[in-house]
């Protein structure tokens, strides 16, 4: 059987997915967005309950320490941020935080730095006070040291203390961990910008040596 080599799709496949990468990859830069997706509390309208766990309303009357975010320092005075957020996290006491102030000032480079301390320091969470005062409060979660003498030697996955919880987060991560499709489209997300060009050239080039055999054997 005599081999057949379709040269210019082979010349083809090295080039183009190469140019796409280059030509496509700039205009990629040009139009490039970024965005933060962030959680806000909702508004405590008259005659709710201020004491919901999902407003701020609850948790806005307790011990912060305060701190001033300078206009465009945030990411200079990160390494500070960090060092704080630590302290919190060591003392782990009840009704604690950080407020870091904000004014009209304060520019979106500021936010999103102290985002990162946060990733940083595993701070996960966190309220946005838009209604009242603008800040950002970074909120303590207490943590209950768990020993034979107060667990009772029963195996609970919840334990109140008061308004503060100890949940199994092992298998809550466990069962909010996406599987099968989502978990197909969360790995599309983690891939590099690049490879969408390449995966687009590569299907493109493949249509069209398609095309190109099937034409050929026409008769």
């Known amino acids: 059987m005599k081999k057949i080599y379709y040269f210019p799709g082979l010349i083809s496949a090295i080039i183009i997915p190469i140019l796409f990468w280059y030509y496509g990859n700039r205009k990629f830069e040009e139009i490039n967005l970024n965005v933060i997706d962030i959680a806000i ?5 008259p005659g709710d309950n201020i004491n919901n766990i999902y407003t701020f309303e609850s948790a806005r009357n307790w011990n912060y320490k305060k701190i001033k975010v300078n206009s465009g ?7 500070l941020y960090v060092s704080e957020m630590k302290k919190l ?14 004014d009209n000032n ?12 946060m990733h940083i320091t595993k701070s996960e969470e966190y309220a946005v ?21 107060n667990f009772f030697g029963k195996d609970y996955t919840e334990i109140p203390m008061g308004n503060d919880t ?5 298998a809550y991560l466990k069962f909010i961990e996406p599987k ?12 590099p910008k690049r490879a ?9 080039l493949l249509h069209i040596s398609m095309l190109s055999i099937k034409e050929r054997f026409q008769f």
């Open 41 to 45: 509390p909702p508004k405590v309208r």
């Open 196 to 204: 969408f060009l390449i995966i687009f050239g590569f299907l493109f």
């Open 89 to 102: 996290q060591k003392r782990n006491q009840q009704r604690s935080g950080i407020e870091f102030i904000f």
């Open 129 to 149: 006070d838009l209604e009242k005062t603008g800040h950002l409060f970074v909120i303590q979660n207490y943590f209950l040291s768990i020993t034979k003498d």
């Open 73 to 79: 320092k945030a990411k200079e005075n990160s390494n």
């Open 106 to 117: 304060n520019t979106y480079g500021d936010f999103v730095s102290l985002l990162n301390d």
């Open 166 to 170: 100890i949940n199994n987060w092992e």
């Open 180 to 191: 099968g499709y989502d978990k197909f489209t969360q790995i599309l997300t983690q891939l």
